[in-house]
């Protein structure tokens, strides 16, 4: 499985942004999808997860909304409200669905939220 994320750059505090991640290759072997994010110096953190349900950190919750098309094999996040707080290179994973599918779960190469204020 191959992710790419786009939709990243450079907003205003208060502004509103939409990543998408599209999954490519054996997309069967997808579970779970997840939005990451990692700041400058800091570790990298869970944003969003999106299966039967979603879940969302507590410094994103009510501004950010997860969504999957599975259809078209795609993973959005909208990002409303942004702070600088936000400012990270944002990364989609995807879990597989067993072990024969893969030992671990996939990522992509991440895409750069800068917030000014």
């Known amino acids: 499985v191959q992710l790419v994320e786009s939709g990243g750059g450079l907003v205003q505090a208060g502004d509103s942004l939409r990543l998408s991640c599209t999954a490519s290759g054996d997309t069967i072997c997808i579970d779970a999808m997840a939005w990451y994010r990692q700041a400058p110096g800091k570790e990298r953190e869970l944003v969003a997860v999106v299966n039967f349900g979603t879940y969302y950190a507590d410094s994103v919750k009510g501004r950010f909304t997860i969504s999957r098309d599975k259809a078209k094999n795609m993973l959005y996040l909208q990002m409303n409200s942004l702070k600088p707080e936000d400012t990270a290179v944002y990364y989609c994973?995807?879990?597989?669905?067993?072990?024969?599918?893969?030992?671990?779960?996939?990522w992509g190469q991440g895409t750069q939220v800068t917030v000014s204020s």
């Open positions: 994973t995807a879990a597989p669905i067993d072990r024969d599918c893969s030992r671990a779960d996939w």
